[in-house]
């Protein structure tokens, strides 16, 4: 078990471990503005200032003692109006091989930091690091002020049965925060992300369907400059919301005045933030970064995949043949009680006589010697709906579950497992690149 750090929660003591701030030149703190500025709400735009400041001080920060370290935000969620409207975070800051998670402090004197309920439940914002960050905009300064590994937020969240308020965020304690900077920087250097797991487990989704037709009758208060979601939404549909860009992205342009009347329609966007598993390097016998960081493990060929034989009989009888050249990954999970195994079998199809595509072939079942609670509910769902729903019922004659859709070469597929006591997992969405380059975040 891990224990909360034994850091001195005096905040007077903590002023006596700063070793200097980081300056902004008038130019970042100006950059800083246009940042907050792309988010209409005008009780949105202070926050998210606060957390441009945050990023670039970081920043600043990291290349002056750790030039060595790649930075990349290109995926950060204060860079991406309709998260940054969402998250009061700063979400997906790549540095080298992980990713972190700042989060802003005002005063040495605060005893708890507010942790937005996306960064801890939500697997696409869910960080290997959460840093915190002290922002002293009239002095134009910030600080590393503390910070905290993935591994010790979740022993934390277990051992002291942390609960969400109502408003979507956990409460921690400063304390809890490693001060050391000097720590921090070594654990970016030596640490491997496998020793620093992200989040994969989710709250259970709601349909899209059913979040579209609530949030096209909330319009009215959706548009105000005062419209808190948690207090107009559930966490389940807000989760969905974060989930799902398309979304995401709908209720920016609703906030913004770009979408209007109850006739707007949810278009999905071009990009997406969240990270994507890319099942076309399997046929280059490659995983991406994502799979690797989530212990997913390639098979060989399938024709050699002996442990899927005893299920090709029974897929064939109905109607699903897995050919020679198919490639596939499995990955082994815990999802409460259960012990899970997650296979996935790609092939290309042909869609037209003229066109190709893929199909997504998902296999659940359990790991060695365990066995696939009844009830427990498969569902695989695109960027609008859901597509294919299995629930493995008490006289079921399999101990396994299984999907399968085929789509074009740019759509994606989300897997959601679900437990009959609703404890439920979303996988990150599958994508299919049979290029070079590995599709990221």
Known sequence: MINPPTHSTD??????????????????????????????????????????????????????????????????????????????????????????????????????????RAVMDVPQFAPHLYVLMQVLEEEMQVQVYGYLRSDQVAELQRSHALQASSNWTYTLPVSWFNPDETELLLDLRCLEPQALPRLTASPALLPIAEVQKKLTNLLPQLQSPQCSLSQLLTWEEGATILTFPELADWLYRVQSGAAVGRSASLAPKAEQTQPLINVGLWFHDRLDTIAQELAWVLMPAFAQASALRSMEEELENRGIRIPPEARGAYQDVQLGNASLRIH?????????????????????GAQPNTRLPIGTRLLLRDETQPLVEQVLQEDAPNSYLYAQVGGTWNERFWVTIELMDTVAMTLPPFTFNDGNDVVME
């Not at 246009?34 to 920043?59: C, D, E, N, R």
């Not at 996935?344 to 659940?364: D, E, H, M, R």
Request: net charge negative; with cysteine; charged share 10%.
């Open 11 to 116: 905040p007077l003591d903590w002023e006596f471990l700063v070793l200097d701030n980081t300056e902004l030149t008038p130019e970042q703190v100006e950059q800083a503005v246009q940042i907050s500025q792309t988010v209409h709400a005008p009780m949105k735009q202070w926050p998210v200032y606060l957390q441009a400041l945050a990023l670039i001080g970081f920043q600043e920060w990291l290349a002056e003692r750790a030039p060595d370290l790649d930075v990349t935000d290109t995926h950060c969620s204060i860079l991406q109006p309709q998260y940054a409207n969402l998250i009061e975070a700063v979400c997906n800051l790549q540095v080298g091989a992980f990713s972190l998670c700042l989060m802003t402090i005002g005063s040495v004197t605060d005893a708890l930091v507010s942790f937005p």
């Open 344 to 364: 996935v079998i790609t092939w290309v199809i042909s869609l037209t006589t003229a066109t190709q595509g893929w199909t997504l072939l998902i296999i659940l």
